[in-house]
């Protein structure tokens, strides 16, 4: 049987992608009801970490032995856009594709398959962002559901850095931001004494913490729908 595999870039990212299959229902095919999805979708049935963007060439070559070996026949790709943007994180992975993997495909834009003839493999890409730049904190940040009192706050503590000669850039800024929340906001008091389990990424994506309906998804949406 033929398999769907799917490269992130973080143990982060392949949390956040599993829970949102689930919300979907794509391991069982069912139907989503959405301004985006009126189609089946079937489910990513392996992941792929990089453990750093930078990896992602070495990666690839290790995976053109298992699409030949495994019968993969779609591979997605996701990365972070951070401050390099859409356009730029795209054709990056044109480059690492040609280099590592096959020299017969070429992606335009995200969310569009592509046939390599070389390897007999569907790709695609999708690079998450909001409004063009950013990472998977930035996005969780924005699809928050619940009280961030905790988290927001830290606002105050920035203010107070620059106030005296010190700073913290955007991308440290949602990280930490991300993990305030998760470990104040959204955790009880029992969970905060096994913070490390209980208010960890992987579990808080297991909460009802998170607006999987939001806008900012719908592209995600879309990508995944590649894979039907």
Known sequence: MSKNLLVVESDNDKYFIEAFIKYLNLDENITV????????ICKIDDFECLG?????GNKLHRIKARIEREDIKKLGIILDADKEGIAKRIKFINQNLKENICSDATLADINTLIKSEELEVEIACYITNVDGQGELETLLKVIKS??????????????CLEN???SINDKQFDK????????FDTCSKKEQYQAHKKCSGETSMKKDIWNFEHEKLNDLRVFLQLFS
């Open 33 to 40: 009801d959405t301004p985006v999805l009126d189609t089946p």
């Open 52 to 56: 750093g963007i930078n990896k992602l």
């Open 146 to 159: 619940k009280d961030s009192t905790f988290a927001d706050c830290l606002n105050k503590w920035r203010e």
């Open 164 to 166: 005296n000669g010190k």
């Open 176 to 183: 930490f931001w991300i993990n305030i929340y998760q470990r």
